[in-house]
């Protein structure tokens, strides 16, 4: 590369105009590379084992609840490992604005579908004890300052209990913003009221590996037909994903939020190589006058653009990828957050190209200009 | 190459679109120049000397006539094709130098080289040849900006030797220099066309400038044609 | 002294290409910013335009939203018995007990779509006058019929006229359409109560909707349900009740459109800044002879300022140019509230635009700022030189 010296030269001709091209690129690549990585950590949520598990719903609304029994149903159905239910409570802390996650289980069966949540030993052996036992994500022991010993209650919106609960343990885990608290204790304190007994929200159960998931779900639906909870089973991805499409489109509105940020990073970068061809018109005449091919001006030119574009696409590359990496910055929303290879490789790509369009139109002006007129302004 | 000319233009004329008006420049040209010979062109402004030049170092083309260099045809040839016959046989200088700023005087000197398949190494030695020759050994890692109008041209006519071309173009090299730059300047072309057998081809405003060269051309007009008087008295001093 | 804006017109009309792509550049992320504004202010529109004064929503106590609510056969047979609830001219008490389901529905887009069934009467219909048929006609009570929002029609497969949609135990037919201008029922499909809660083995009501004559005697029946321990229940005037509603839904969303639109606004700005310089050191020797004749260093500071405002403020008028088709544009989000799909427009009033135009002027000046210092900044001969 002899022409390297003379590229990186030029590059440096105008340090404050190509500093800010290659942030503005920077700040444009860390925007497309961070949205496409948040969606697809809502796309492809961060479980070893979720593809292989599986989970029954009620096929017509999440609201409506599935017979108890359906889970012995199930855990007797040929192909399935470990079965367990889950229960949405749906209760705040103190104030309606202190939403989140809190889930009803059966605490013997539990740890058999999700050995992700981890529980120290101790602790785990402490909330079994305590039929008003609970155990929180550490997350979101850390937002509300919830120690292990704690007494919290909960204001139940769905049914009419206000849980009291002992703080047994906090867990370690992909998603740690969940409260977890015993079933029969719900099933106890609203034994008489209408509708409620017998019912879980949802079932999720183990399958030996990929090749089952397909067979099994259907097996599940098939065996609930035509009874009055008739199931929707799907992979936990899938159904992580239709809760997350409640909000909207995403895939469309990330879409088109790329293109806005691949459209304004053009913009920017290709004024800024706009200015730099307006300077540089006579040199490059001189360097045609010279005997340089036409091509090769061009190639000068648009490899300035390129690099510039380059070096802020790796930094806008790199930046999400160290600050992401095996850390929750937002647990709520990105559970483990980590940049995908081919999402990295998108990012860089596109800046190269943002690179290569905005400088390619100057270049092409630089070339096509006739020589004679161009020197005869220098 | 003494037989076939280096340069030879018939019937050449150049005409420029202004708006919708054709300005005529070049009426009819007839030039030939052979091997080593050292002809200054001059002529009043807006005459068409830079237009002559232009045209036949092929950065131009003509609106009618015939165009050969160094054995070419200009006229058929692509754009490309014309680079790369620049490259071999035009060493361009300019009046404002047109040095690349941002590149030392040696990397500027070097520049034509890049387009040939020559070493690195080889490079170079050529590079310091050149700036020998010229005198500028002791600041070939000046930039532009740190040398002297004179220097700076010096460093112009090295890059313009570098690669030994046929034809050496100099477009009023003097025209922005004080008389001692100019003297030098000028004593460098005559040397260059002496010593080493340069076909030069010379543009200049200034007769003391034309005395250098061995054929004097006149362009008025459109056309070539003999010294005038005043301009032949002044150029013989 | 001021620099003439002539002077700042020639320069931009000297370089329009420049000051084309950098007001573009600002363009873009005003649209980013005020389609993310406009989305809570759609939202907000329908929840906050939902709802008559003289209504009372009643619902389990405990309870903010019909979706957790529970109201027994009994207390809703009471409720109709109450002097405090208006009667129609037949001598009948005007209110509803309704019942709502959340079932899953195919969109026209291809996602699933969680849609909001209504089961209600004709004292719904009467109590929501706003809601017109538009198409069809209302469902027949007893019969798996529905009748349902044109823009839900429009949204969702199987639910035009005369379509069918599988939930609970029937085939629904859809028999007519309705409009609600705009407020929360276009996000509905009404069913008979009866039947919708016979398919879907409820036993209770989700609310009854009751009518008052007037704010005190609302207070009273508020008052008298509160009291009442055996009943158990909460009244909420029919606003409030959805004004709570409106913290929530679509805020994931304002606030990605916020992150974006802020970065992309520091990228245009950092293209404004190139222009800007450019422009300054192109007019060094002009800054230098207006300082020479006796502008003082803060109008060129100043000229400058106004340069690059003027350009972002073009930009942000193409942003709010572009945002416009949007305008009316029906999307939906979930209601986190209720879990079912809230049907909204996009709203741009002018206050909105105004917000916009703020933030490309903010991006003009940031943008400008530090090329309008350098240009005032430089010694008058240092300019001279600088050519
Ligand atoms: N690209 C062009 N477009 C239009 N007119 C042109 C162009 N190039 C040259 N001309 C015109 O052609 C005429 C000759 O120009 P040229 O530069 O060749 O003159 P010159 O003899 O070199 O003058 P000077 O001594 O001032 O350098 C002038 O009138 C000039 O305005
Ligand atoms: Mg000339």
Redesign the pocket.
């Known amino acids: 590369m002899k022409y390297l010296p003379l590229i990186l030269r030029n590059l440096l001709r105008n340090k404050r105009r190509s500093g800010l091209t290659a942030f503005a690129i920077f700040v444009s690549t860390f925007l497309v590379v961070a949205l496409q990585t948040a969606l697809y950590q809502f796309e492809n949520p961060p479980s070893e084992q979720s593809r292989f598990r599986l989970v029954a719903r009620h096929a017509t609304s999440l609201q409506n609840p599935l017979p108890e029994a359906h889970v012995d149903k199930i855990r007797n159905l040929p192909g399935i490992l470990k079965t367990t239910p889950l229960t949405w409570f749906g209760a705040y802390w103190k104030d309606e604005d202190n939403w989140f996650a809190n889930f009803e289980i059966e605490s013997d069966t539990f740890w058999d579908v999700f050995p992700e949540v981890r529980l120290p030993e101790e602790e785990r052996r402490a909330f079994l004890a305590d039929p008003q036992g609970c155990f929180v994500g550490r997350d979101l022991a850390a937002k509300f300052d919830w120690k292990v010993g704690d007494r919290i209650v909960l204001t139940g919106q769905i049914y009419p209990l206000n849980p009291e609960l002992n703080v047994r343990g906090i867990y370690d885990g992909p998603d740690s913003t969940w409260l977890l608290f015993h079933r029969k204790y719900v099933e106890e304190a609203l034994k008489t009221s209408a509708g409620r007994p017998g019912r879980v929200g949802t079932i999720w159960f183990l399958v030996a590996g990929p090749e089952d998931v397909a067979p099994v779900s259907a097996r599940v639906d098939a065996a609930f037909r035509n009874s009055n909870g008739e199931t929707k089973t799907e992979t936990e991805k899938a159904f992580q994903l239709s809760f997350v499409e409640m909000m909207g489109d995403l895939r469309a509105i990330v879409r088109n939020i790329v293109a806005a940020v691949a459209l304004t990073m053009l913009l920017v970068a290709g004024n800024a190589m706009a200015m730099a061809a307006r300077e540089r018109a006579a040199e490059a005449a001189v360097l045609r006058a010279l005997g340089f091919p036409p091509a090769r001006v061009g190639f000068l030119f648009l490899s300035e653009a390129v690099l510039v574009a380059g070096i802020g696409g790796l930094l806008g590359t790199l930046l999400p990828v160290l600050l992401f990496f095996n850390s929750s910055p937002e647990p709520i929303m990105f559970p483990t957050f980590r940049v995908p290879t081919g999402i990295a490789a998108s990012g860089i790509l596109l800046a190269l190209l943002v690179g290569a369009l905005a400088g390619g139109l100057p270049a092409w002006g630089l070339v096509r200009r ?1 020589i ?2 161009a020197l ?1 302004r220098a | 190459m003494g037989t076939s000319p280096v340069v030879s233009l018939r019937h050449v004329t150049k005409s ?3 708006d919708t008006l054709e ?1 005529p ?1 070049l009426r009819g040209i007839d030039l030939e120049t052979s091997g080593g010979d050292f002809v200054a062109l001059m ?10 030049l ?1 045209l036949i170092a092929g950065i131009d083309r003509p609106t009618s006539g015939d165009i050969r260099v160094a054995g070419s045809d200009l006229a058929s040839m692509s754009e490309t094709d014309l680079a790369a016959f620049r490259s071999r046989h035009i060493g361009f200088i300019f009046q404002m130098y047109n040095l690349i700023p941002v590149l030392t005087a040696e990397e500027n000197v070097a520049l034509p080289l890049l387009l040939t398949p020559l070493s690195g190494k080889e490079r170079r030695e050529h590079v310091r040849t050149a700036l020998g020759v010229v005198g500028l050994t002791d600041r070939a890692k000046h930039f532009p900006r740190q040398l002297s109008g004179g220097q700076e041209q010096r460093a112009a006519i090295a890059r313009a030797i570098v690669t030994d071309p046929t034809l050496l173009l100099a ?2 090299p003097t025209g922005d220099l004080d008389a001692t730059s100019a003297t030098e300047i000028l004593e460098l072309l005559r040397r260059l066309n002496a010593e080493y057998g340069k076909t030069i081809l010379l ?1 200049t ?1 200034d007769p003391r400038a034309a005395g250098y060269a061995r054929t004097r051309r006149f ?1 008025d007009k459109g056309v070539l044609g003999e010294m005038p008087a005043s301009y032949a008295a002044s150029a013989s001093r | 002294m001021r620099i003439p804006l002539a002077y700042n017109l020639r320069h931009l009309r000297a370089r329009p290409a420049a000051a084309a792509m950098t007001a573009l550049g600002i363009a873009l992320p005003t649209t980013t910013l005020l389609l993310a504004l406009a989305l809570p202010e759609g939202l907000n529109r329908v929840l906050q335009g939902t709802g008559d004064p003289d209504n009372l929503v009643v619902l389990r106590k405990g309870s903010t939203t019909e979706t957790n609510s529970a109201v027994d056969r009994d207390p809703a047979r009471l409720i109709a018995t109450l002097p405090e609830v208006v009667k129609d001219p037949e001598e009948r008490p005007l209110l509803a007990p309704e019942t709502i389901v959340i079932v899953f529905a195919p969109r026209r887009n291809g996602l699933q779509g969680n849609l909001l069934v209504r089961g209600t009467g004709e004292g719904g219909r009467a109590l929501r006058s706003y809601v017109r048929l538009v198409e069809g006609r209302w469902f027949t009570p007893g019969l798996p019929e529905l009748t349902v929002s044109r823009r839900i029609a429009e949204r969702y497969q199987n639910l035009g006229l005369g379509e069918r949609i599988h939930f609970g135990k029937h085939d629904w037919t859809v028999v007519g359409l309705f409009d609600a201008q705009g407020k929360a029922p276009d996000s509905e499909a009404w069913a008979d109560v009866d039947l919708l809660m016979s398919d879907f083995l409820r036993t209770t009501y989700s609310s009854v909707l009751v009518r008052t004559p007037s704010p005190d005697v609302q207070a009273r029946l508020q008052e008298r349900l509160d009291q009442d321990k055996r009943l158990s229940l909460v009244g909420f005037p029919e606003p409030e009740y959805y004004r709570r509603q409106t913290q929530g839904p679509g805020l994931p969303l304002l606030f990605i459109g916020m992150f974006v639109s802020v970065l992309l606004g520091v990228g245009a700005a950092v293209g404004a800044t190139n222009t800007m310089y450019a422009a300054v050191a192109q007019r060094t020797r002009e800054i230098a002879v207006l300082r020479s004749i006796g502008f003082r260093r803060r109008s060129v500071l100043a000229s400058f300022l106004i340069e690059s405002l003027g350009v972002a403020l073009l930009g942000g008028m193409l942003g709010c140019l572009l945002a416009l088709p949007f305008h009316g544009a029906v999307t939906s989000t979930v209601n986190w509230k209720t879990f079912g799909d809230l049907a909204f427009q996009f709203r741009l009033t002018p206050a909105l635009l105004a917000k916009g135009l703020g933030f490309a002027a903010a991006v003009g000046l940031f943008g400008g700022f530090l090329p309008a210092r350098l240009a005032a900044s430089r010694s008058i001969a240092a300019s001279m030189r600088a050519i």
């Not at chain 2, 002529?43 to 002559?52: A, F, L, N």
């Open positions: 006739p004679a007129q005869r | 420029f679109r202004r300005v420049v002529g009043p402004s807006g005459s068409g000397k830079s237009t002559v232009n477009d009023e543009v405003h362009l």
